[in-house]
Each structure stands twice: as structure tokens, then as C-alpha cells.
């Protein structure tokens, strides 16, 4: 059987994109792979467990300044102490920015590293949108189309060509939703 490994790689405690997205490439995977989830915001004894027993990782994590957050670039580092030689690695990187293309660094960055550590990278999904991006709605349709097609080649275990998806949203109607969020939540902080 199987194992596959989830790794979230956002700081945030809850309503992460990175978990989120894990979530719906769960329901996706086959059901026969024993499948765990975690976040990897330190590397412990636990942690280095899992990573040595799974023989699929898959890595969410937001996008930071058009790269890796530090803390996931602290665990990939030592990560890479491991023998991960038979390991093979998939990622999805999110964004709050509306289209997918900005998480083109990031997916070299972690090909770069899996290429340095003997891991077979077989590909990732760049993902816009932010919080708009995180809702069962018609115009998120490519990024659920893509999660999907990057669950069936988790279950084949076939490469994944690293892909970029933004929903269906005008850019204008975006910024606008975004300014609304960023209005609202100041508010609720000054109370």
C-alpha cells in the first residue's frame, strides 16, 4: 500500500488556502493509499517519521514574496537530511494574487530542491485567486478542474507538467472583492 504524505506548509492555525486545497485533492486520491495529513511547521521526531515512511509527498503552501515562507524553506532543508532517494513530490503553491503564473518561482525553487535531494519531482499547480479561490463557486471551476487532474496523476503516479490556473473573475471585479475583505477585517480589529 501506498503512502501519502499532506503537507501544509501555512502558518496560519486555521482557514488556510494550503489546507483548503489539500482537503479537495483528498477527496480526489485514491482511497486505497493511506493517506496523512500535516502541517510542517516544525520538523520533529514525528514529523521525520512520516516523511521517512511515505512514498508520495505532496507539498500546499502559500506563495511569500514570490518565493517559499522561511519556515518551509527551514523544513525543507532539514528535510533534505533524509534519504529521500525513493521519494517522489508533488506541489501546489497558492497566491493572493489573481492569476496562477506568480507561483512560477516557487515551483523552480522546489524542482531545484528536489533535483539537489534526489527526489523525483513530478510537478506542480500554481494557483490564484487567494480567498476568492477557496469557494465552490462557477468561476473557480479551473482550479477544481486542475486539483483534480493533479489527484489522478497522484493516483497513477504519473508526471504532472507544472500548470498555472486564476479563476474566472475580472480582474477589476477581484480588486474590488479584495479591497472589501481588507476594509472588513481592518474593522474588526479596531473593536
Known amino acids: 500500500m501506498n503512502r501519502v504524505l499532506l503537507l501544509s506548509g501555512s502558518p496560519k492555525y486555521k482557514n488556510s488556502g494550503s489546507e483548503y486545497y489539500l482537503d479537495i485533492l483528498y477527496e480526489e486520491l485514491d482511497k486505497n493509499y493511506y493517506i496523512e495529513e500535516e502541517k510542517m511547521l516544525y520538523f520533529n521526531d514525528t514529523l521525520k517519521k512520516k516523511v521517512n515512511d511515505a512514498d508520495i509527498i505532496v507539498l500546499s503552501t502559500p506563495l511569500y514574496a514570490d518565493a517559499l515562507p522561511s519556515h518551509v524553506l527551514a523544513f525543507l532543508m532539514k528535510m533534505g ?7 517522489i513530490l508533488y506541489v501546489m503553491v497558492n497566491c493572493g494574487f489573481l492569476e496562477g503564473i506568480h507561483n512560477v518561482v516557487a515551483l523552480r525553487i522546489i ?7 534526489g527526489i523525483k519531482y513530478m510537478g506542480g499547480l500554481g494557483i490564484g485567486g487567494g480567498p476568492v479561490g477557496y ?24 508526471p504532472f507538467e507544472n500548470n498555472y490556473v486564476s479563476p474566472l473573475i475580472p ?21
Request: aromatic share 16%; glycine share 2%; net charge positive.
Open 81 to 87: 537530511d533524509l534519504d529521500l532517494s525513493n521519494k
Open 171 to 191: 480582474r477589476f471585479l477581484y480588486i474590488n472583492i479584495a479591497n472589501y475583505r481588507w476594509k472588513r477585517e481592518i474593522n474588526t480589529l479596531k473593536k
Open 111 to 117: 524542482k531545484n530542491y528536489c533535483e539537489a535531494h
Open 135 to 158: 469557494k465552490k463557486i462557477f468561476y473557480n471551476y479551473p482550479i477544481y478542474k486542475q486539483i483534480k487532474n493533479l489527484g489522478s496523476a497522484i493516483n497513477y503516479q504519473k
